[in-house]
């Protein structure tokens, strides 16, 4: 079990049978009361991301998550296919709900991570970075301002981004996945 001072950012806990990731953590002591965790936990079934409060008397219930490597493989009507790395017969789809805003960033062949709990796949999870070539980019037209510009391109997943004007059609970028910006022009 768990306490209440254990609930650290990483630690992943069981609350009402479901999964949680502890994404931040701090104590918290009013006046003559007793020490409070407060903290935002995401569901690692749905994704949704709560402000949750812990007390003293507070116990939980380790998440056992097992996490292995799959690749995807295809889209088709909001449902994404992936299979598992080293054992390709082992097929599994999951829906854009799920997966979220990460979606887009996927492109067949990518190894991604297959997050499983209780022997059945819950979420996928993507590298921080990942790399995609830009296969629209209007022209970058420079014009008197103060800072650097940023123009909208379109991606090979199908994804619409912001980069800066130097980007050009043909262009492999980097991406992070956590914020969707653009990071840098690979080389």
Same mark, same amino acid.
């Given at each position: ?14 609350? $009402?049978?479901?999964?949680?990731? %502890?994404? @931040? =953590? #701090?104590?918290?002591? +009013?006046?003559?009361?007793? &020490? ?56 599994? $789809?999951?829906?854009?709900?799920? %997966?979220? @805003? =990460? #979606?887009?960033?996927? +492109?067949?062949?990518?190894? &991604? ?64 996945? @956590? ?9």
């Amino acid at each position: 079990m768990i306490t209440h001072t254990e609930l650290r950012r990483g630690v992943q806990i069981i609350i $009402d049978g479901q999964p949680y990731e %502890i994404l @931040e =953590s #701090s104590p918290m002591k +009013k006046a003559q009361r007793r &020490v409070v965790i407060q903290s935002k936990i995401k569901n690692l079934i749905n994704g949704n991301v709560l402000d949750w409060n812990f007390h003293q008397s507070d116990a939980f219930e380790e998440a056992e998550i097992v996490k292995k490597e799959a690749s995807f493989l295809y889209a088709h009507k909001d449902r994404y296919f992936f299979t598992e790395k080293d054992n390709p017969s082992k097929r599994f $789809d999951l829906s854009k709900d799920l %997966i979220g @805003e =990460s #979606s887009k960033f996927l +492109k067949p062949g990518q190894i &991604v991570e297959e997050i499983q709990f209780k022997g059945e796949t819950i979420n996928i999870s993507l590298p921080i970075k990942v790399q995609m070539k830009v296969t629209e980019a209007p022209p970058g037209i420079k014009g008197d301002r103060a800072q650097g510009g940023t123009k909208t391109v379109t991606l090979e997943s199908g994804a619409n981004i912001n980069v800066p004007l130097f980007v050009e059609q043909g262009d492999i970028i980097e991406l992070n996945t @956590e914020t969707g910006g653009y990071t840098r022009r690979v080389e």
